[in-house]
């Protein structure tokens, strides 16, 4: 089996699934952002009737979802679970062609298959969410050849997520400044078409976008951040001040890192800690934004199975959820509780402090080396 016949039949499979089971949740509240640009209401001035939710994307996004919204729900579930499918299958193609692995096209679908046991990977198919279209997205623009279009993909992204934005960084910091400009370029376009065609846009950017509840409770187990870990602590959401001031330098420490691995020829890794950087900075990062465990594990898999088994392990036992959840009762854990309950993020942590170490190690060892062969 060929790669492509193995993309093309995890999609076949995913979407006939999608349009049997259809209801997830954030897929109604796409299909709502699309709505409102073709009827022209304020779509952040009301929730998703279906759901219940509000749409909390930015302007942008309701365009780009409005091909979701002119289609029947079954077929819009179809063809959006098949696309999600079809974005793991080329995440672990494009990770292991970077790895100078082959790939054929049946451990791509093994890999898959056991994807969907991590709890991550679960929730964004559970939930129709649009996460492994954006990694796929961004690994592709960060692992492939450089190109003309470098970067523009990031910057598509960006402007639907915002959170990618970490990785125009990445490439300022690995010397890669013109596929930065282009990704900085199309967020700024795409911005700004969003301003012209969304009505109410403007509010998105004014009132919407720092606001820290707008997606839901930030001390939820299921947001793995900086920010979620300090608001369980803190039994409230922390000042800005403080989250600037805690994930600022956790996140430039594992770009630093990552920028480091990348000079010395290991993008994919690379890219995996720049996605751990987007992670642990934003504000908000459920659980089914994870779906980065994927790739890392693929990228440890090479260096020690018992990590990345190890790795694997945390994301399908999903240790985030044993302590009680829910309702606010992640503010009484005790010291233990808030171990488990912050699991993601520890193991993320966990995964820079390895990098970090390996990289030093090796650039020490890297001068010992060139004595030893030099004759």
Known sequence: MTVRQAALLLALVAGCVGAAVGGFPDLHVYRYGGESVLDRWPVYGSDDPVTGYPFTYPPIATVLFVPLAVVPGWVAAAGWTAAGAACLAAT????????GRPVPGGPVVVVCVAALGTEPVWQNAAFGQVNLLVMAAVLVDLLGRERRWSGTLI???????????????LLVLV????????ALVVFAAAAGIGLLAVP??????TDQLLDPTRVGPPALAHNQSVTGALTRLLDGPPDTWLWIAVAGPVAAGVLVVAAGWWRRGDRALAACLGAVAMLLASPVSWSHHWVWAVPVALVLWERNRWAAAGWALVFVARPVLWPPWGEGRELDWSPVEHVLGNGYSLAALALAGWAAFALVR???????????RTP
Request: aromatic content about 6%; glycine content about 8%; proline content about 4%.
């Open 175 to 182: 010397g890669r400044r013109l596929a930065a400009a282009r």
């Open 92 to 99: 672990v193609v494009v990770v292991r062609r970077a790895q």
């Open 200 to 205: 109410g846009a403007s509010t998105y950017w």
């Open 362 to 372: 090796g650039r020490e060892q890297e001068p010992e080396t060139a004595l030893r």
């Open 155 to 169: 910057g598509l992204v960006a402007a639907v997520k915002l959170t990618p934005l970490v990785f125009v960084v």
